[in-house]
């Protein structure tokens, strides 16, 4: 098992484990989740089905009261109306803010039941137990919690730190490989920002099942990465941005095929290969780069050739961008593989990347 440890600006701290098996040990984690008199688990139908009993029945042997929240799967439950749900169930549970949540899943219920921790009774504490490779290697760690409004993704939202993150990488087993797929979208995108040792290792892996036998490994070193900006700028005022790199685009795309034709990795994917072919137009990155990241997409089954949009719908969900400032979009290029920088475009600039 790895241990790491994130120190916020307000000198809040927590523990990140990384391990294969930790799901069966909860039992053991007395420091966590001992001290409530009750914990709320928020999953769900994909992921409760699986684990949900288990880790449910584990939490429980520590003498805590423990409820369960079963939501939709999907983007869709990633909304004010799901929120509104299920504060009104904290209540009837008599959840106080002596109390926790935990989050059981993917992305999608980490941003919601931290986004319901950070708000309800002006907020709880709440532990993020990660099982989608998305969320392992990223959403899980630095407080980024909120849901989506019909103009776009994550408009709504707050930095609320978790108590603890606990990653098990053998959750994966049980995912389709789409998802697998999917979380490479963010894992190729640590490599791109911080680490091109971390790149070429990925470009080495000949089949899956070596993948996944050094998956910890990985997922170590993308919750590093992300721990160090996280510790440097945890408000997202500068260096964090960086880990944005292909999301702005990304965020688009998904917006506008209303989450049902790309998956967040997908979207990300052919974020970060368009937003380089202009930096390389720029003579900012060099054809090299460019020729490298879409070899490791095309390996990892990830697009990155920009769809067909109406630029009259895409404008409107580009210019809700929460990162604008003014008319000035911060974006992440990459330099080199492993070198990011933040550059300042123009919105008529940044739209011409999608055409």
């Known amino acids: 098992m790895k241990e790491l ?14 391990g294969n098996g930790l799901k069966e040990h909860l039992f053991e984690m ?12 928020i999953s769900d139908k ?3 089905k699986l684990y949900l009993s288990n880790v449910k029945k584990q939490i429980k042997s520590l003498g805590v009261s423990v409820y369960t929240i079963v939501i939709p799967a999907g983007e869709e439950s990633k909304s004010l ?20 949540i935990v989050a059981l899943g993917g992305g999608v219920v980490g941003d919601l039941a931290g ?52 990653i098990d ?24 920002i911080s680490s091109a040792k971390l790149f070429v290792r990925l470009m080495g892996f000949e089949y899956q099942e070596d993948l996944l036998e050094d998956m910890e490994e990985i997922i170590a070193k993308c919750v590093q990465i992300k721990r160090n900006v996280v510790e440097s700028d945890e408000k997202e005022k500068g260096l964090r941005r ?7 685009i990304g965020h688009v795309i998904e917006s506008y095929f209303e989450f049902k034709e ?15 072919k202009m930096s390389v137009r720029e003579g900012i990155t060099t054809p090299e780069t460019l020729g490298n990241l879409q070899l490791i997409l095309e390996t990892y089954g990830l697009p990155y050739e920009m769809p067909e949009m109406d630029m009259n719908r895409v404008k409107e969900i580009l210019y809700s961008d929460k990162k604008f400032e003014n008319d000035v979009l911060n974006m992440c290029i990459i330099t080199k593989i492993g070198k990011a920088e933040i550059v300042k475009i123009h919105k008529d600039q940044a739209i011409q990347l999608f055409q």
């Open 5 to 18: 440890t994130c120190t916020t600006e307000n000198k809040h701290q927590y523990k990140i484990m990384i």
């Open 115 to 166: 986004f319901c921790a950070a708000t309800f009774m002006r907020g709880i504490d709440f532990v993020q137990i990660p099982t989608s490779l998305l969320a392992q290697v990223d959403s899980s760690v630095g407080g980024k919690v909120g849901v989506d409004l019909g103009f776009g993704k994550n408009l709504v939202g707050a930095f609320h730190q978790p108590k603890a993150v606990i």
């Open 242 to 248: 960086v880990l944005n790199f292909g999301h702005t």
């Open 262 to 276: 790309y998956s967040h990795g997908e979207a990300v994917a052919i974020g970060m290969y368009q937003i380089t």
């Open 81 to 100: 109306a799901q929120v509104e749900d299920i504060y009104y169930q904290l209540m009837d549970m008599g959840i106080t803010r002596s109390d926790a």
């Open 30 to 41: 007395d420091e966590i989740f001992g001290g409530y008199r009750s914990i709320v688990i």
């Open 169 to 192: 990488p053998q959750f994966l087993d049980t995912l389709e490989d789409h998802y697998l797929t999917d979380g490479m979208g963010e894992v190729i995108k640590y490599g791109c």
């Open 46 to 48: 994909n992921v409760a």
